[in-house]
């Protein structure tokens, strides 16, 4: 029973990192006719724009494999085998490890509102700043859960 309730609040987690994903995924999408164009003329602003777009689909695929995971242990975990019960975890901590890791390296120096504060008429870049390093916050909330969820199964088993 408290394997399934942390479980849950995992599924809990990940779908509110989704809304934040979504949040800043529309919001960057606001800006890609601009950035199509500014990658015509810089090499730089092409690799920027693909990493940008690249970090925020292993962030969703890592929410979408946590979702998965915690939904499927919280409601049929005693079902499957010793194995794919931890063999889950491990998978989704480690999805999580490695989306984290990777938007971190790139969104790491790249603060809300910019060094300076805001950018005039980029309010909507600033917000997508915002909820992809709110985004990062839930990855490591996750990480730290599977983690926890991991030692509690091994201790009292599901």
Sequence with gaps: MILQILHLAQAALAAYGGKQSYI?????RKYDETTKKLANYSSTAETRRNKTYATQTSG????LLSLFASLTLALRGAV???LPRYLYQ???AAAVFF???HMR???ADKTPGGLKGAVPKM???DEAQ????ELLNVLDFLLFSWAATFFVALIIGY
């Design 24 to 28: 800043a995924i529309t919001n960057l």
């Design 60 to 63: 969703v695929l890592a929410l």
């Design 80 to 82: 499957y085998g010793f």
């Design 90 to 92: 491990v998978a989704a």
């Design 99 to 101: 989306a984290r890791e």
């Design 105 to 107: 390296g790139f969104w």
């Design 123 to 125: 309010g909507d870049y």
């Design 130 to 133: 915002r909820k992809t390093h």
